[in-house]
């Protein structure tokens, strides 16, 4: 006899609509100064159970936000609450179903990396037993299983990335904050442990908000974004929102554009050359509604213009940055991709 | 290579590969207690040099071997002339106070430099206990280590002695005040010294610095109350009060009111003040550290 699991089976027959998860992060009028210091500034924030990127410049308040959602630091004002645990009353409550990777190199040279993420097991409340079994499993997880005997002294950067990374999740956590996750590693360990952070809130279903400042690695793993700027909230949003940038058309032809700007404007759209460098002679048309494609069609084709290419314009990580934080800061320049 | 599915009740072809997949952990959390007892166990593995190097062993396995030594040594002379003049309770303890602080010097650092200067402490921070639970399990763990030295070789002489007797089952009966004697000795040095130890690591990363700093700490604390304790009048109404000076005068001090009758002439104090004052110090050593590991806010 085959055993079936009712659930199973009755999600796709089921008219119950969808109810989203709860969020894993919700803080209110949450700020923190230090002396003069206004580390943050009156945060209403909502985190999602996914894969969350929290972006920020140097300053903008992201560990200072990591460290008031762990419970290690009490809020001056407003209020926050982990998994549905209060940080200011329930630290423990949270540190015991959050997982954290911190930024900076943390980890005893002179002990196994078994040794040491069994040892971590245990100082979440595992039995001893069970917390060696655990660190063999996530090390064979983030692919240390060969090395795990081996002292951390002799491991290089990407791997002891990789005992951080085991450590914060060999508790089996609901949530793991990942502060800085590939800071000092060469492209391919880069590559790898995106990749790993990708499967844990993906295989593993553990939620995950990964605090950096390198924009590629957020776009490419995460779901929503969050954007600190001076202590504040400036985005918060799902990363596949970010790519409508409100509804201008990008417009390529063949020859000079000038008749069919001066027809488009006459006709009372907005256009203006496009400021993509790599593009010449590419338009940026404000799409204000149908019209627009009909008007472009036929002043394309009234001046014999060939037209290459009409299509939306999609926004990067990238420019939803610059928009917001280099607005803030004031400045609004190019990025390496770094912030 | 594909990976296949581990199987459940048959059994696996040799060599064959299964992807092992993650599990989620079902079991018991024990919680903020547990976490905190794993932290004294592990940090007194640690400090006893217990999965590191051999070099690391051989300070703590020294110090115990030098421990050990008064109690074959006062024994031996025992069985075999049991009415010769050897050393009393008070006189093992004087002598062993010497080897404890070592002990300290060398352990107390291992327990709490490494922490900070590998930045470990974060990770501490950010699991299931606070920052006194982290002050308190090194503490507890500094005094059972202590512990092992200031009265297991000091029961260990109680017990042979003991067994040395005509009537060893009756002797034991007769001198358990001495045994309990030796346990508020051997309990009192040990969180004591282990105290002093800490604090004085929790200043440093460096555990070199660190053994150095105590053990200096200890030998000019020890010069000065002993040259003041000698210099100031002995009728003054605090003279006996001199002996709080130093770490050594005052273990010697409760030795000596622990075992009135014994050579030791130091002060006219009770029991008790030796106590209180000894206690006094283990809470001020505890507050200090916990300045040290205040987050700046």
């Given at each position: 006899?085959?055993?079936?699991d009712?659930?199973?089976?009755?999600?796709?027959?089921?008219?119950?609509?969808?109810?989203?998860?709860?969020?894993?992060v919700?803080?209110?009028?949450?700020?923190?100064r230090?002396?003069?210091?206004?580390?943050?500034?009156?945060?209403?924030?909502?985190?999602?159970?996914?894969?969350?990127?929290?972006?920020?410049?140097?300053?903008?308040?992201?560990?200072?936000?990591l460290?008031?959602?762990?419970?290690l630091?009490?809020?001056?004002?407003?209020?926050?609450?982990?998994?549905?645990?209060?940080?200011r009353?329930?630290?423990?409550?949270?540190?015991?179903?959050?997982g954290?990777?911190?930024?900076?190199?943390?980890?005893?040279?002179?002990?196994?990396?078994?040794?040491?993420v069994?040892?971590?097991?245990?100082m979440?409340?595992?039995?001893?037993?069970?917390?060696?079994?655990?660190a063999?499993?996530?090390l064979?997880?983030?692919g240390?299983?060969?090395?795990?005997?081996?002292?951390?002294?002799?491991?290089s950067?990407?791997?002891?990335?990789?005992?951080?990374?085991a450590?914060?999740?060999?508790h089996?956590?609901?949530?793991v904050?990942?502060?800085?996750p590939?800071?000092?590693?060469?492209?391919?360990?880069?590559?790898?442990?995106?990749?790993?952070?990708?499967?844990?809130?993906?295989?593993?279903?553990?939620?995950?908000?990964?605090?950096?400042?390198i924009?590629e690695?957020?776009?490419?793993v995460?779901?929503?974004v969050?954007?600190?700027?001076?202590?504040?909230?400036?985005?918060s949003?799902?990363?596949?929102?970010?790519g409508?940038?409100?509804?201008n058309?990008?417009?390529r032809?063949?020859?000079?554009?000038g008749?069919?700007?001066a027809?488009?404007?006459?006709a009372?759209?907005?256009?203006?050359p496009?400021?993509?460098?790599?593009?010449?002679?590419?338009l940026?048309?404000?799409?204000?509604?149908?019209?627009?494609y009909?008007?472009?069609?036929?002043?394309?084709?009234?001046?014999?213009?060939?037209?290459?290419?009409?299509?939306?314009?999609?926004?990067?990580?990238?420019?939803?940055?610059?928009?917001?934080?280099?607005?803030?800061?004031?400045?609004?320049?190019?990025s390496d991709?770094?912030? | 290579m594909?990976?296949?599915?581990a199987?459940?009740?048959?059994?696996?072809?040799?060599?064959?590969?299964?992807d092992?997949?993650?599990?989620?952990?079902?079991?018991?959390?024990?919680?903020?207690?547990?976490?905190?007892?794993?932290?004294?166990?592990?940090?007194?593995?640690?400090?006893?040099?217990?999965?590191?190097?051999?070099?690391?062993?051989?300070?703590?396995?020294?110090?115990?071997v030098?421990?050990a030594?008064?109690?074959?040594?006062?024994?031996?002379?025992?069985?075999?002339?049991?009415?010769?003049?050897?050393?009393?309770?008070?006189?093992?303890?004087?002598f062993?106070?010497?080897?404890e602080?070592?002990?300290?010097?060398?352990?107390?650092?291992e327990m709490?430099c490494?922490?900070?200067?590998?930045n470990v402490l974060?990770?501490?921070?950010?699991?299931?206990?606070t920052?006194?639970?982290?002050l308190l399990?090194?503490?507890?763990?500094?005094?059972?280590?202590?512990?092992?030295?200031?009265?297991?070789p000091a029961?260990?002489?109680?017990?042979?002695?003991?067994l040395?007797?005509?009537?060893?089952?009756s002797?034991?009966?007769?001198?358990?005040?001495?045994?309990?004697r030796?346990?508020?000795?051997?309990?009192?040095i040990?969180?004591?010294?282990?105290?002093?130890?800490?604090m004085?690591?929790?200043?440093?990363g460096?555990?070199?610095?660190?053994?150095?700093?105590?053990?200096?700490a200890?030998l000019?604390?020890?010069a000065?109350?002993?040259?003041?304790?000698?210099?100031?009048?002995?009728?003054?109404?605090?003279?006996?009060?001199?002996?709080?000076?130093s770490?050594?005068q005052?273990?010697i001090?409760?030795?000596?009111?622990?075992?009135?009758?014994?050579?030791?002439?130091?002060?006219?104090?009770?029991?008790?003040?030796y106590?209180?004052?000894?206690?006094?110090?283990?809470?001020?050593?505890?507050?200090?550290?916990?300045?040290?590991?205040?987050?700046?806010?």
């Open positions: 006899m085959i055993a079936v009712e659930r199973t089976i009755a999600a796709p027959m089921s008219v119950v609509p969808e109810v989203a998860p709860p969020p894993v919700e803080a209110r009028g949450l700020e923190k230090y002396g003069r210091h206004l580390a943050l500034d009156r945060l209403d924030l909502t985190i999602p159970r996914a894969s969350v990127g929290l972006l920020g410049a140097n300053g903008a308040g992201k560990t200072t936000l460290r008031l959602l762990l419970g630091a009490k809020p001056s004002a407003g209020q926050a609450s982990v998994l549905g645990f209060d940080t009353h329930q630290g423990i409550k949270i540190r015991e179903r959050v954290y990777m911190p930024e900076s190199d943390c980890l005893p040279p002179g002990t196994t990396a078994a040794d040491f069994g040892h971590m097991a245990e979440s409340g595992l039995p001893s037993r069970a917390a060696r079994q655990r063999a499993d996530v064979y997880q983030v240390l299983d060969e090395e795990r005997y081996r002292l951390i002294k002799g491991f950067t990407g791997m002891k990335q990789r005992v951080k990374l450590q914060a999740i060999v089996d956590p609901d949530l904050f990942l502060d800085e590939t800071n000092g590693m060469d492209p391919q360990g880069r590559e790898d442990m995106l990749d790993l952070i990708a499967r844990i809130h993906r295989n593993l279903g553990i939620a995950v908000v990964v605090s950096s400042h924009l690695d957020i776009e490419r995460c779901q929503h969050v954007i600190l700027s001076g202590g504040r909230l400036v985005v949003q799902p990363i596949g929102d970010l409508d940038d409100g509804g058309l990008l417009v032809l063949d020859g000079d554009p008749p069919f700007v027809r488009l404007t006459a009372g759209l907005h256009v203006r496009s400021e993509d460098d790599d593009v010449w002679g590419e940026v048309i404000r799409r204000d509604g149908d019209h627009v009909d008007a472009i069609r036929d002043a394309a084709a009234d001046l014999d213009l060939p037209l290459r290419s009409l299509r939306s314009r999609s926004r990067s990580l990238e420019d939803v940055y610059l928009g917001n934080v280099g607005v803030e800061n004031g400045t609004g320049g190019a991709g770094a912030v | 594909a990976l296949s599915e199987p459940i009740g048959q059994p696996a072809r040799y060599g064959e590969v299964f092992r997949g993650y599990k989620h952990y079902d079991g018991p959390q024990l919680g903020r207690g547990a976490a905190a007892w794993a932290l004294v166990r592990y940090s007194a593995k640690r400090a006893l040099g217990i999965k590191k190097s051999w070099t690391a062993k051989i300070i703590p396995i020294l110090l115990y030098a421990a030594f008064p109690v074959i040594l006062v024994v031996g002379i025992t069985a075999f002339a049991p009415n010769a003049e050897v050393w009393d309770y008070a006189d093992f303890f004087i062993t106070f010497v080897i602080g070592l002990f300290v010097a060398t352990i107390a650092p709490v490494g922490d900070r200067r590998e974060p990770l501490y921070f950010s699991r299931a206990i920052r006194l639970d982290y399990a090194k503490l507890v763990a500094t005094a059972l280590l202590t512990l092992t030295i200031s009265f297991i029961f260990l002489l109680w017990l042979f002695l003991q040395l007797a005509d009537a060893p089952l002797a034991m009966g007769d001198n358990l005040d001495d045994l309990a030796v346990a508020v000795a051997g309990g009192l040990a969180l004591y010294l282990g105290a002093i130890g800490l004085i690591s929790s200043f440093t460096r555990k070199s610095v660190a053994v150095a700093v105590i053990v200096v200890f000019i604390t020890q000065l109350g002993v040259a003041l304790f000698e210099a100031v009048d002995r009728g003054s109404a605090y003279h006996d009060y001199l002996v709080f000076l770490a050594g005052t273990t001090g409760l030795v000596g009111a622990l075992w009135p009758d014994s050579d030791i002439d130091l002060s006219e104090l009770a029991l008790w003040t106590v209180a004052v000894m206690l006094v110090v283990v809470a001020i050593c505890c507050l200090v550290m916990l300045w040290r590991y205040v987050p700046d806010e």
